[in-house]
């Protein structure tokens, strides 16, 4: 079967909410690409922190060292912690899901506290906890993600994107929307009428929409609030009455491949709804 379209580029975010790495290669776990929000920064209860909150988030940033995270800010002196499977563990809720994650300790929470101001703890996922998507949204199948906001994979078209950015004032960068996986060779806004990807030994579906929040709205080189777009100009195009929200890319499951590399340059093959 010919190729549809081509993996243009892969994106992993280790810290959730932090910067991210584009990587020419990244292997498939059952939760998505391997490390991807794998840590996250909650307050002093254990409720998540995102850039909605705390826009200096998008500052961080955040690199796998082997087995440890290294964390950097403008100013300070990087952090490295290691990913202890032996730290006491605690209870952490992001959205609706409560999970069972390891704390960072003491040292990452002043780390913490220097870099942005606020009481906060870093976590890590616990390698022993289940966090499942939505089965409204995934059906019979079994999907696991991290500390993604729902699903394991975000799917976005290079096409969609430069439609977008042609109705804005100015354009914005593909930073501003976060993907895991972006696809070149599309007609604009094509996914919407995609029903699964092929690339290489790995199957993916999309099932659902990703509804966009003030996240896009937020300078990620500033860590500052940059106006209202591109929300205004997506209410304006893409505004979905039943998730009450204006959407761009969509979020993808796994039926097939974990453990199979992803490569940037692969052929993508895509079947319609």
């Known amino acids: 079967m010919n190729a549809d379209a081509t993996l243009a580029s892969l994106h992993v975010y280790p810290l959730k909410s932090a910067r991210g790495i584009q990587l020419p290669a990244a ?26 909150e705390q826009p200096r988030l998008a500052l961080l940033g955040a ?19 290691a990913a202890d499977a032996a730290a006491p563990r605690r209870q952490v809720r992001i959205w609706k899901d409560e999970c069972t994650a390891v704390d960072a300790g003491g040292a ?8 942005l101001g606020i009481d906060a703890r870093l976590v890590r996922f616990d390698p022993g906890f289940e966090r499942h998507s939505d089965p409204d949204w995934t059906g019979d199948v079994r999907s696991l993600n991290q500390f993604s906001d729902g699903f394991p994979i975000l799917v976005v078209s290079r096409a969609s994107l430069a439609a977008l950015n042609a109705a804005l004032p100015r354009p914005l960068p593909l930073n501003r929307f976060r993907p895991n ?4 060779g599309l007609a604009p806004w094509a996914e919407d009428r995609i029903a699964e990807l092929a690339i290489g030994a790995v199957r993916l579906r999309l099932v659902k929409p ?20 591109p ?11 039943a998730l009450r929200g204006v959407t ?23 079947r319609p709804r």
């Open 248 to 270: 761009f890319g969509w979020n993808a499951i796994i039926l097939e491949g974990v453990g199979a590399p992803l490569e940037v340059g692969q052929p993508v093959v895509a």
């Open 210 to 229: 990703c509804a966009r929040c003030r996240i896009t709205t937020i300078d990620q080189q500033s860590g500052a609030p940059d106006g209202e777009e």
């Open 108 to 115: 990452a929470s002043a780390w913490l506290r220097a870099a």
């Open 231 to 241: 929300l205004r100009t997506l209410k304006a195009q893409r505004y979905d009455p």
């Open 181 to 184: 996986l972006v696809l070149a």
């Open 63 to 81: 690199r796998l060292d082997g087995m440890a995270l290294e964390l950097s800010m403008p100013g300070l002196a990087p952090l490295r912690v």
């Open 27 to 52: 292997r498939l776990t059952a939760t998505g690409l391997e490390h991807d929000r794998e840590w996250m920064i909650t307050d002093p209860a254990g409720r998540f922190l995102t850039q909605r």
